[in-house]
């Protein structure tokens, strides 16, 4: 179901959805080098509670944790674990926060140390797609100009656009209605309205757009040619003339 928020309902999207952006700042300052991907969702659970809001993903559909951590070639959904993050490392953090029965959702990919040329590139442009998304984003363009807009960006930097997972509306769920793809032709899908607030999150690849599910989990995404991947989320409000970056 697509819901449209009303100004009530918006200012409390964005008082979560500023603590789900300060986290994410919070994790930027202190991810390292030398640190397991549970440790980094120690962070997360800590600054998360700390601002009296939950985090969605812990027990969610049964997810184990109150973060994804997502190392190199892990798209998404990688499960804190003991795995220790290594100098030269790429690492998407995804975390969603809840308060007052409404939900906040971004990632970022951060770069560890003395990362390659290559990967920080793929960083960058999948951040650029992000923004190239939401040029000329407002009520009435039609839902497929945003994956148009990522997948022409990416891969004209050559990179490979992941199908299997898309974007999403948010509210008082977690995933609401429309699907958000990465992908699609210009001009088509339904037409936004004002007070729809959606996640736009494009999911890089720096080889093959294909991904791969760890069996051994049941979560962890990984790319099929174990190339490395970028993610970057933002919660984003559909007005009359224009978006509000809700996470930003
Ligand atoms: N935050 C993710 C998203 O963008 C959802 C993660 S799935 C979970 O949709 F199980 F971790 F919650
Ligand atoms: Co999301």
């Not at 800590?46 to 601002?51: A, E, L, R």
């Not at 184990?64 to 795995?83: F, K």
């Not at 958000?180 to 729809?196: D, Q």
Request: aromatic share 6%; glycine share 10%.
């Amino acid at each position: 179901m697509i819901t449209i928020k009303s100004e009530e309902e918006i200012a409390l999207m964005r008082e979560s959805c500023r603590i789900a952006r300060d986290t994410l700042d919070y994790v930027g300052k202190n991810i390292r080098a030398g640190m397991t991907t549970k440790e980094v969702d120690e962070l997360v659970y800590k600054y998360i509670t700390s601002c009296g809001a939950v985090p969605s993903e812990l027990g969610y559909e049964g997810y184990p944790a109150s973060s994804c951590v997502s190392v190199n070639e892990v798209v998404v959904h990688g499960i804190p674990s003991d795995r220790v993050i290594l100098d030269g490392d790429i690492v998407s953090v995804d975390i969603v926060a809840e308060k007052n029965g409404f939900h906040g959702d971004a990632a970022r990919t951060y770069l560890i140390g003395n990362v390659s040329e290559e990967k920080r590139k793929l960083v960058k442009v999948t951040e650029e797609c992000f923004f190239k998304a939401i040029e000329g984003l407002q009520a009435g363009v039609p839902l497929y100009n945003i994956g148009n807009a990522v997948q022409t960006h990416a891969e004209a930097n050559g990179y490979g656009v992941v199908r299997a997972l898309t974007g999403h509306g948010i509210g008082r769920s977690m995933h609401e209605d429309p699907a958000v793809p990465n992908y699609g032709k210009r001009g088509t899908g339904m037409r936004l309205r004002a007070g729809m607030t959606i996640c736009i999150e494009p999911m890089i690849n720096m080889g093959t757009f294909k991904v791969c599910m760890k069996n051994s989990d049941g979560w962890t995404v990984v790319t099929a040619d174990g190339k490395p991947a970028a993610h970057y989320e933002n919660t984003v409000l559909i007005k009359e003339d224009g978006v509000e970056i809700l996470t930003l």
